[in-house]
């Protein structure tokens, strides 16, 4: 579920500046999963790594004819 986390996080991070300036300071991306924890998005490093991978399963499986 934590995809789902990071979509949501993003989005917040969006729409807060004082959000985007905390993430601007950020050095390495643990500090940025500490942030959305501390501010209650589930986020995992891993899902963040896998993304790219899950994201095009996923378009396979919505442009696949397989019923």
């Known amino acids: 579920m ?3 986390g990071w979509k949501d996080f993003l989005h917040a991070a969006e ?6 300036r905390e993430l601007n300071a950020c050095k390495e ?7 959305g924890k501390r501010l ?3 986020l995992c490093l891993d899902d963040l790594n896998h993304d790219a991978q899950a994201e095009a399963i996923g378009k396979w ?7």
């Open 40 to 42: 209650g998005f589930a």
């Open 61 to 67: 499986f919505e442009q696949s004819t397989i019923q």
């Open 2 to 4: 934590s995809r789902e």
């Open 29 to 35: 991306t643990q500090d940025i999963i500490q942030i």
């Open 15 to 20: 729409r807060s500046p004082a959000l985007q």
